[in-house]
C-alpha cells in the first residue's frame, strides 16, 4: 500500500525533518564549551532513517555533512542496538580525520525498546584530541597515529547507562579534557534533541506514513536533481590543479578530475590524481565524495532539499592508490580541509571545461564561477593548559550574477570566524588586526571578492601550526577574468610557508592574508562599478 503526497504535504514534511537537523544544531552551539563549537559553529547535524539513509541535514558545513552517511553506516555495521549512543572519528571506519568526533545514537522506537526506527548524528571539530602538537592539526605528520586519539565505532552510552571508562579512555588522551568533556556532553544532549524529534514524528505519523513519507523525499530529491543534470547530458569535461606540498615534500600534487553526464547521472573520475603522500594532505573517500555532493547541490535549485536522494545522481571513481583514498596509517589531517577545497575547485572546472565545448550550441548550459579562496587557512596555537584552532574566510569566485563576496568562508567551509572579544577571552592572544584584503580579489567584468587579513599576538610562549594554500598558485580566474592574489603568512616580517610550525614566544605576531577570489569576465566587458554582495 503506498501514499501518494501532494506537493504541499511533500513540503511540509522536507521542513519539518530540516528543522529537527537545525534544533540539534542550535542546542548544540548553545551548550558547547569551545569557541571553536560555540562560536565557530564547527560543527554538523543530521538525521537518518533505520536504514542508514540521511533524511535531513542542517545548512552546516559540507565537508562533513557529504561524509557522514559513512559514519552512520560503521555504526550500524558495529553492530548498534535500539538506545546506543557510539563515538567515532577513524577515517577507516566512517571519519574524516582525527579533530572531528562524530556522535551517533541509534533512535529507540516510542513504544518497542529493543527496535531501532533511525539515528541522529553530530560531528563536531574539537580544538584537541591528542597526538603531536597542539590542535591535533600537525604540521609534518606522517602517520595517522601522530595526528591524535583514533576512535573506533566504540558504544559510550547503552540502553542509558554512560560507559564512563571509555570517556575517561578519550579525556585521557586530550590536552584539554575539560573543554572537551564538554563538548562531548554538548553533541549528546544534541543528539537526544534529534532522538526526541524523530520519535515524535513517528508518534505523530505512525510507521507507515513515515516510511513512505521519506521514501517520497529522497525519491522527489532524486527527480529535482536528475531533472537539472538532464539538461546537461552528454557535457563533459577535465581539468587539473595542484596541492603545494603535504608538510613533508614542497612538490606540487596534482588533483586531476573527468568530469562526464550521461543519462541523467553525474560521473567523477579521479584518475590523474597523485599517489597517496607521506604528508597528511591524504584524505579518505568520505571526503571526496562529500566534495562531490557539494559540487551537484550547487548545481541544483536553492529549494532542492539535501539528502541521500542527492547521492544517486552521482558516481564516482577513485584509483585505488590515491591521494584521496588514503588508508591506514596514511596521514589525513589537512586532507579533510584542503584536499576537499582543491576537488571542488578542480570539479567545477571541469564541468566549466565541458560548458564550454557546448556553449556554441546549448545557451541553457551554466556558466559557473570563478574558484573562490580554495582554502581553509587553518590556524592553530596552544601551549600546556590551551588549544586554539580556527580557519579563515577569504574570496569567493566571481560568477555572471556579479561580483565575489569578500571575507566569506568558500567551499567545502560554513564555519563563522571566532569573535575577537570570544578568542581574547578563552586564550592568552590578542587580535591586532581584522580586515579586509582590499585588492586582493581578481579583475574582471565582476571582480572576485577580497581575503581577509588577521594579525594575532601571542600573550605568552606557544607554538603556532598553520595548514593553508593558494600561497604559490593563484585562485583561477573564470571566462577571461583575472586570477585572485595568493594568500601570505608571516612571523613578525618573515615569511612562512604554505604548511609549517612555528615557536612563537610573547610579543611575536602572526598575520595571516588570506587568498582572493577569481574575477569573471574579461575586464573590457565591465559595466560600470559593480556592487559588492553583504559578506
Request: charged residues 20%; aromatic residues 4%; contains cysteine.
Amino acid at each position: 500500500m503506498t501514499t501518494t503526497f501532494d506537493p504541499l504535504q511533500l513540503t511540509v514534511f522536507a521542513q519539518q525533518v530540516a528543522m529537527l537537523a537545525e534544533e540539534m544544531g542550535t542546542l548544540l552551539e548553545r551548550a558547547s564549551i569551545s569557541p571553536n563549537i560555540r562560536e565557530r559553529r564547527d560543527a554538523s547535524c543530521a538525521v537518518f532513517d533505520a536504514a542508514g539513509r540521511m533524511v535531513a541535514q542542517a545548512a552546516h558545513i559540507p565537508v562533513h555533512l557529504g561524509a557522514m552517511p559513512e559514519a552512520v553506516a560503521a555504526v550500524r555495521e558495529a553492530g548498534a542496538r535500539a538506545g546506543d549512543v557510539y563515538l567515532l572519528n577513524d577515517p577507516s571506519h566512517g571519519g574524516s580525520h582525527l579533530p572531528d568526533l562524530t556522535m551517533v545514537e541509534a533512535v529507540a522506537h516510542p513504544h518497542e525498546a529493543a527496535r531501532i526506527i533511525g539515528y541522529t548524528a553530530v560531528r563536531a571539530h574539537h580544538a584537541d584530541v591528542g597526538g603531536m602538537s597542539p590542535g591535533s592539526m600537525p604540521f609534518g605528520a606522517t602517520e595517522l597515529y601522530q595526528e591524535g586519539l583514533i576512535v573506533p565505532p566504540v558504544c559510550i552510552e547503552r540502553t542509558g547507562t554512560v560507559q564512563h571508562d571509555v570517556l575517561r579512555l578519550v579525556l585521557a588522551n586530550v590536552r584539554t579534557p575539560d573543554e572537551r568533556d564538554g563538548d562531548l556532553r554538548a553533541q549528546r544532549a544534541a543528539c537526544a534533541a534529534g532522538t526526541r524529534g524523530w520519535q515524535a514524528l513517528w508518534n505523530h505519523l505512525g510507521e507507515h506514513q513515515l516510511s513512505q513519507a521519506v521514501d517520497a523525499l529522497l525519491d522527489y530529491t532524486e527527480r529535482r536533481v536528475r531533472m537539472r543534470l538532464s539538461t546537461l547530458d552528454g557535457l563533459s569535461g577535465r581539468a587539473q590543479d595542484v596541492l603545494e606540498g603535504d608538510g613533508v615534500d614542497e612538490r606540487a600534487i596534482p588533483v586531476v578530475v573527468h568530469a562526464r553526464v550521461e543519462h541523467s547521472t553525474l560521473h567523477l573520475d579521479l584518475t590523474g590524481t597523485s599517489p597517496a603522500v607521506r604528508g597528511n594532505v591524504n584524505a579518505p573517500p568520505a571526503v571526496a565524495r562529500a566534495a562531490a555532493v557539494f559540487v551537484l547541490r550547487v548545481l541544483c535549485d536553492d529549494d532542492v532539499p539535501v539528502n541521500d536522494g542527492v547521492a544517486r545522481a552521482l558516481r564516482l571513481s577513485i584509483p585505488d592508490d590515491c591521494v584521496a583514498n588514503a588508508k591506514r596509517p596514511r596521514a589525513v589531517a589537512a586532507g579533510n580541509v584542503e584536499l576537499s577545497q582543491r576537488l571542488t575547485d578542480v570539479i567545477f572546472a571541469a564541468l566549466a571545461e565541458g560548458s564550454r565545448h557546448r556553449a556554441a550550441t546549448d545557451g541553457s548550459l551554466p556558466v559557473l564561477p570563478a574558484a573562490g579562496q580554495g582554502t581553509m587557512n587553518n590556524v592553530t596555537m596552544g601551549a600546556p593548559g590551551w588549544s586554539f584552532y580556527e580557519t579563515l574566510g577569504g574570496g569567493q569566485g566571481a560568477s555572471r550574477r556579479g561580483a565575489g563576496p569578500d571575507a566569506v568562508h568558500v567551499g567545502m567551509s560554513n564555519t563563522r570566524n571566532t569573535p575577537i572579544e570570544a578568542l581574547e577571552r578563552a586564550y592568552p592572544l590578542r587580535v591586532l588586526e581584522y580586515a579586509i584584503r582590499r585588492g586582493s580579489g581578481g579583475d574582471g567584468r565582476h571582480r572576485g571578492g577580497h581575503g581577509v587579513v588577521r594579525r594575532y599576538q601571542a600573550l605568552e610562549a606557544c607554538t603556532a601550526t598553520l595548514l593553508t594554500e593558494r600561497r604559490l598558485v593563484a585562485p583561477p580566474g573564470a571566462e577571461g577574468g583575472g586570477a585572485g592574489q595568493c594568500g601570505v603568512n608571516r612571523l613578525n616580517d618573515v615569511v612562512l610557508p604554505a604548511k609549517t610550525r612555528v615557536s612563537m614566544q610573547a610579543g611575536d605576531v602572526l598575520s595571516i592574508e588570506t587568498p582572493g577570489g577569481g574575477g569573471w569576465g574579461t575586464p573590457d566587458e565591465r559595466r560600470g562599478d559593480v556592487a559588492t554582495p553583504p559578506a
